[in-house]
């Protein structure tokens, strides 16, 4: 064999076993790509949240009820008036202005910041829904109530009159289980779960000054 044919021969192997490297290659990166893309979800289960707690939320509703009292229950409309004229209570209106939720970790999150007007004396016949909200996931200790410093009652006699409540124009309302327990409980949201709270409005009308006392609890059931 001459030396021509000898060179011939060795660029030919090597031509050879470039194809064969270059054909195992290829279909190891083929195998990759399939098992890449089998793995590739296309349609999740669940949503992608990315690590990310803010968007992940559960749903929360709050509902109020009330107690409504007065300082004399049947009296004279006023020391100067006529006797033994009596008002019966129909109305009692009162103004929110904002609702805060507090975390444990003392973190405010607004719920509401507009003007809502409860009527407390029709929450004593039973419990009425307020709001719906998607809070973030995480533990809760207490609610702040914001409210007008007056309030406006109506009697089924057409008396209407204003008092001022005492105190100042908020509330923070730590979180109870029930009306028998004297603890204070955490609120839990957890995703996609719903949870209640119940506020309950307990009110004194002192009708000699005009004034009113406001206690507020919130209950985690009823």
Do not use: C
């Amino acid at each position: 064999m001459n030396k021509r044919n000898l060179i011939t021969l060795f660029l030919l192997s090597i031509i050879t076993s470039s194809i064969v490297v270059s054909g195992i290659l290829t279909f190891r990166n083929y195998d990759e790509i399939v098992e890449d893309l089998n793995s590739i979800d296309i349609f999740p289960t669940e949503p992608i949240y990315n690590g990310d707690d803010e968007l992940k939320t559960g749903i929360l509703e709050l509902f109020y009820l009330s107690s409504v009292s007065e300082s004399q229950v049947s009296k004279s409309m006023n020391s100067y008036g006529p006797p033994n004229v009596t008002e019966t209570l129909q109305n009692v209106w009162i103004n929110i202005t904002k609702i805060e939720l507090v975390g444990n970790d003392s973190k405010l999150i607004n719920l509401f910041d507009d003007h809502v007007q409860l009527d407390l004396k029709k929450a004593e016949e039973g419990t009425i829904f307020l709001f719906s909200f998607n809070i973030t996931i995480g533990f809760y200790s207490s609610i702040k109530i914001y409210y007008e410093n007056t309030l406006v009652t109506n009697s089924t006699e057409g008396v209407e009159k204003t008092y001022v409540i005492q105190g100042s124009t908020f509330l923070v309302v730590p979180f109870r289980q029930n009306k028998s327990s004297s603890n204070q409980s955490n609120l839990e949201i957890t995703k996609n779960a719903k949870k209640n709270i119940y506020l309950d409005f307990n009110l004194n009308l002192i009708s000699f000054t005009q004034s009113a006392v406001l206690t507020i609890q919130a209950f985690l059931n009823l």
